[in-house]
């Protein structure tokens, strides 16, 4: 995906033509198919161009609008081009780009243009007279914009690196985010505020546009809609009808593309569905779809994991079963033996400038999206917002009253729609006590004790709720979490995007499909016999294989990951002794305790526990080894 630059400075005088330069800097060895800059007076836009569809040849932008003394930018792929194009008469559009498009729109809708746009998209206008900045981007896809205010002037850019490297920018330490996005403490409840790992650096989230006046900044959130008129119909195989059609419309949108688009293939339901809808339409023009997996790579090892009976530990069953089903998948199997997770650490912090939750699996998707590149493919298509709109669970607690339900299954009934809202409402301290505790998780992270103290975590959480499980009072506040959990992921994937030259195309994420997803009730996601995820199920019946629809384990991405360490042992001590040298990194954790827990890469697996210890241990190290930066 193209990426975006803007330098507005407060007076025109202090307008410095380098700094430009030196935003663009960092990005110049990126995968990219030309970088235009255009400047005038106290504003300078950039864009570094990439060919996500076939109309972005055509690109001219940015451009200056002489006749209402504006300078204007877009990037991305405009999914209801033929409607835009119709309603602001520009013909037939075969040359047409769609960054023009936006341009177009924002002409007719100023700064409600966003409301008139689908798709995966950023823009940014800059009006000379009024001295205002009006910068907005999509609602959910993998797209990002960071930004930066001083006294001289407001940055923004598609990538942190170019916000970083800004002349009069002191790269210093956000703590509080530190803190709490390694301890997950407060996270959720700052996700809207775009903090970032630095200091007065911030990201524009999903759904928000930037409103700057005379050095006055304001945010303002356009979506998710906050009054939704759910539908109800009398026969239930009506959601399935229209949300099957709009999800093949959802995946058709993300296969307009410059270069050839491969999927993702995890054989989960996403993916799998992602995936089986995409061959589908590819099949109508002749073409086949390339899949990419990755599996495991000591498989005879993972016959004595514990986590077997519970887990999918080894997906290549379940994956080649949809490449048999679907017939028109070639697959890749990729298993990642030649590259170690410790390396996957160190490059993972180069390509995202910070450190992400799931530090264990970050070398096996480095692999696939450098395999997906290398192998000539300009996009790929994803399935992981698919926990917010096909595969939603359901929450049981919320379902209405059923007399099917009762009479199917009276003891569930009575557990989950009588007792479970009394609890969570009326006896919640007693039932956070017998949950996943947020307090012990805190308190494996490493941490040191000095700085929970500081900020008073462990009294907060105590005070205020422990529990990781989160309760909701009603479907739609449960639906609009899952969607700005999404956050993350989005500015993850789109950093690997514009790293790795491929655009990163989630088809559960479309914005029809995410619309349509809040209307239903949360009763479709249930059945009368307490099956989860009936909609996406119901959807794909026919279509996925059995093994897939109704498998009752969850993958486990990276279960090899203990042997995978001890090839490689070496290399986590390296890191460490590293890490023993920094002084923030010893102010911040417990590296005696986490050198003291090594042994565990050692030991006998006895329960699920000793992976999940694994795995903290690998994320503490990335977070410390991250500070390096600060010194």
């Not at 960092?26 to 076939?54: C, R, S, V, W």
């Not at 790269?171 to 959720?188: A, M, V």
């Not at 490449?323 to 990729?334: M, P």
Request: a neutral charge.
């Amino acid at each position: 995906m193209s990426l975006l630059l803007g330098l507005v400075y407060f007076d025109q005088e202090n307008a410095d033509d380098s700094c430009m330069s030196k935003m663009l800097e960092p990005l110049k060895n990126m995968p990219h198919d030309k970088i235009k800059i255009n400047k005038n007076k106290e504003a300078i836009f950039a864009k570094q161009l990439t060919y996500g569809t076939e109309e972005d040849v055509y690109d001219v932008l940015p451009l200056y609008l002489s006749e209402i003394d504006t300078l204007f930018v877009s990037q991305g792929r405009i999914d209801n081009r033929e409607e835009l194009i119709y309603s602001l008469a520009l013909g037939k559009g075969d040359e047409i780009s769609d960054s023009f498009i936006m341009l177009k729109a924002y002409l007719k809708y100023g700064d409600q243009v966003q409301l008139h746009l689908k798709g995966e998209w950023s823009l940014a206008a800059y009006q000379y007279e009024s001295k205002k900045l009006f910068i907005t981007r999509d609602v959910m896809g993998y797209t990002s914009l960071y930004y930066y205010q001083s006294k001289e002037f407001f940055a923004f850019s598609s990538s942190i690196k170019s916000i970083l490297q800004l002349p009069k920018y002191s790269i210093q330490l956000n703590e509080f985010y530190f803190i709490s996005y390694l301890s997950i403490w407060k996270f959720e409840e700052k996700l809207e505020e775009g903090l970032t790992f630095y200091k007065d650096v911030y990201y524009l989230p999903n759904g928000f546009s930037i409103f700057l006046s005379h050095q006055e900044k304001s945010l303002k959130k356009y979506w998710p809609p906050q009054n939704v008129h759910e539908i109800h119909y009398k026969n239930k195989q009506d959601y399935v009808n229209e949300i099957v059609e709009i999800f093949q419309v959802a995946v058709k949108r993300r296969l307009r593309s410059y270069k050839p688009v491969a999927s993702m293939l995890s054989g989960g339901l996403d993916s799998s569905s992602v995936s089986h809808i995409a061959a589908e339409l590819l099949k109508l023009e002749g073409k086949q779809l390339n899949t990419y997996s990755h599996v495991p790579h000591y498989t005879e090892w993972l016959q004595k994991h514990p986590l077997s009976s519970l887990r999918e530990l080894n997906e290549h069953s379940n994956i080649q079963s949809i490449v048999d089903t679907s017939g028109n998948i070639k697959a890749h199997y990729l298993s990642a033996g030649d590259f170690s997770p410790i390396d996957g650490l160190e490059i993972g912090l180069d390509i995202l400038d910070g450190p992400v939750h799931a530090a264990c699996n970050i070398f096996w998707i480095i692999d696939l999206y450098k395999n997906c590149a290398k192998d000539g493919f300009g996009s790929i298509l994803t399935g992981e917002g698919g926990n917010g709109s096909i595969s939603y669970t359901g929450e049981d607690y919320l379902l209405k009253h059923s007399w099917e339900r009762l009479l199917n299954h009276p003891y569930r009934y009575f557990k989950s729609q009588l007792v479970k809202p009394i609890v969570y409402k009326y006896l919640k301290k007693i039932w956070e006590k017998k949950n996943p505790s947020l307090k012990n998780y805190v308190q494996s992270q490493y941490i040191n004790s000095t700085i929970l103290e500081d900020y008073d975590i462990i009294n907060d959480l105590e005070k205020n709720g422990t529990s990781i499980l989160k309760v909701f009072s009603s479907g739609y506040e449960a639906k609009q979490r899952l969607i700005q959990l999404y956050t993350p992921r989005s500015l993850m994937g789109a950093a690997f995007g514009q790293y790795y030259g491929i655009e990163l195309r989630d088809p559960t994420c479309d914005i029809d499909l995410v619309n349509y997803f809040f209307r239903i009730p949360n009763e479709e996601f249930i059945d009368s016999h307490y099956q989860y995820r009936m909609l996406v199920k119901n959807m794909m019946a026919n279509k996925l294989p059995d093994q897939v629809l109704f498998s009752n384990k969850k993958g486990l991405q990276n279960s090899d990951l203990t042997p995978r360490i001890l090839d490689n042992e070496s290399d986590l001590f390296k890191i460490l002794d590293t890490i023993k040298k920094s002084s923030m990194a010893n102010h911040y954790f417990d590296l005696k305790q986490l050198e003291g827990d090594l042994p565990i890469f050692h030991a006998n697996f006895e329960n699920g526990s000793t992976f999940e210890k694994q795995q903290k241990i690998l994320k503490s190290v990335q977070f410390a080894r991250f500070l390096k930066k600060f010194e």
